[in-house]
């Protein structure tokens, strides 16, 4: 089942506007490469900024988030996003191995990939 998204039309718009450079290959970070932080897609808590499994559903959200938003770019870009080393971006949901932090993204173009 699709995630329904709990972000701001701006933080969705940053995002997006992130994808798009990397996707034309000037994002400031590494040309194809986005770097991420996953607070730019949590709700403005500053409690929850800590880094404290006590706010763990609310990176989740964030990382579920960032996940349905590249799915839906490459569904409409016909690109692929995955993480800086290849690996698919369904990691995201892993609860098990959850990223606090930030993470590179690259988007690929499929006819190159």
């Known amino acids: ?3 329904f998204l709990s972000v701001s039309p701006l933080q969705l718009l940053d995002l ?6 990397a996707a034309a290959g ?10 991420f932080y996953f607070f730019r ?14 706010f763990d559903d609310d990176w989740y959200d964030a990382a579920r988030n960032l996940h349905s ?8 870009h016909e690109v692929t ?16 191995n959850l990223n606090r932090h930030r993470t590179h993204l690259r988007v690929i173009h499929r006819d190159a990939a």
């Open 26 to 35: 000037t994002n400031r970070y590494g040309g194809d490469v986005m770097e």
């Open 1 to 3: 089942m699709p995630h």
């Open 81 to 96: 996003v995955v993480f800086e080393g290849g690996q698919d971006l369904d990691l995201l949901l892993d609860k098990g």
């Open 41 to 54: 897609l949590m709700a403005q808590s500053p409690a929850a900024m800590h880094e404290d499994p006590l």
């Open 69 to 76: 938003i590249c799915r839906l770019f490459e569904a409409r």
């Open 16 to 21: 997006w506007d992130e994808l798009h450079s």
